[in-house]
Nanobody, 120 residues
Framework: VQLQASGGGLVKPGGSLRLTCAAS????????WRWYRQVPGKQRVMVAE???????EYGDSVSGRFTIAENKPEKTASLEMNSLKPEDTAVYYC???????????????WGQGTQVTVSS
């Protein structure tokens, strides 16, 4: 399964951005989508997760400002980011885990990063 992330860019503090991650590559089911972010010199950290059942989890630093959602028919996930702060500046990565339909073969896939810069 291949993931394609999009939607990053430059935004002023207090602004909003929406990231999208599209999955492709045969017949599969996604069990969980996650968004991570990473700044230079630091580890990649998870900011949001949504499971196939709709359960969501957020990192403390983004809770209440970010919203993760899934569009099952389109096999996409999004991250709506509001009230952005300079400390949200990072490369954002999407991740999906699941299995290929009709098989027991599982996958863990990463998208390429997309830069989000919050600056005045």
């Amino acid at each position: 399964v291949q993931l394609q992330a999009s939607g990053g860019g430059l935004v002023k503090p207090g602004g909003s951005l929406r990231l999208t991650c599209a999955a492709s590559g045969g017949a599969f089911r996604v069990n969980a989508w996650r968004w991570y972010r990473q700044v230079p010199g630091k580890q990649r950290v998870m900011v949001a997760e949504i499971t196939s059942g709709g359960t969501t989890e957020y990192g403390d630093s983004v809770s209440g400002r970010f919203t993760i959602a899934e569009n099952k028919p389109e096999k996409t996930a999004s991250l709506e980011m509001n009230s952005l702060k300079p400390e949200d500046t990072a490369v954002y990565y999407c991740f999906a885990s699941g299995f290929y339909s009709g098989t027991t073969q599982v996958f863990d896939s990463w998208g390429q990063g997309t830069q989000v810069t919050v600056s005045s």
